[in-house]
Nanobody
Framework: QVQLVESGGGLVQAGGSLRLSCAASGNSFRINAMGWYRQVPGKQRELVATITRTGLTNYVDSVKGRFTISMDNAEKNTVYLQMNSLEPEDTAVYYC??????????????WGQGTQVTVST
C-alpha cells in the first residue's frame, strides 16, 4: 500500500488554470503508474490522465490539449496535473491513483482522498 496526498484543487473561473499535485509515500518504489480520475455526483468515476514510470501518457479526449500530466523525474512518487483552459464541465472531485506492483503481474489500485475542482462561468 501507498498513501496518496493530493493538493491544488479549488475554485477558478472558466478559462483559468489549476495545478494538482499528488505525493505518494510508503512503498512508492513499487508504483508502476499514476494518474488522475474525476467524479461528479451520480456518475461513474472517469479516467482523466495517466502516466507510467517510463513517461508514457494517456488522456481522455475531452482534456487533450488542455491538461498535462507529469511525474517528478527523481523519485517517481509525485504526479502533477496542469489544467489549462478550464471549462465548467471539468468541475468534479479529482482523485489521484497509483497502481502498485504486488508481484505475479498483478497491480493494486491505491486512491487519494480526492480534491474538489470547481470551474465557474
Amino acid at each position: 500500500q501507498v498513501q496518496l496526498v493530493e493538493s491544488g484543487g479549488g475554485l477558478v473561473q472558466a478559462g483559468g488554470s489549476l495545478r494538482l499535485s499528488c505525493a505518494a509515500s510508503g512503498n512508492s518504489f513499487r508504483i508502476n503508474a499514476m494518474g488522475w480520475y474525476r467524479q461528479v455526483p451520480g456518475k461513474q468515476r472517469e479516467l482523466v490522465a495517466t502516466i507510467t514510470r517510463t513517461g508514457l501518457t494517456n488522456y481522455v479526449d475531452s482534456v487533450k490539449g488542455r491538461f498535462t500530466i507529469s511525474m517528478d523525474n527523481a523519485e517517481k512518487n509525485t504526479v502533477y496535473l496542469q489544467m489549462n483552459s478550464l471549462e465548467p464541465e471539468d468541475t468534479a472531485v479529482y482523485y489521484c491513483n497509483a497502481k502498485l506492483d504486488v508481484g505475479l503481474g498483478v497491480s493494486l489500485d491505491n486512491w487519494g482522498q480526492g480534491t474538489q475542482v470547481t470551474v465557474s462561468t
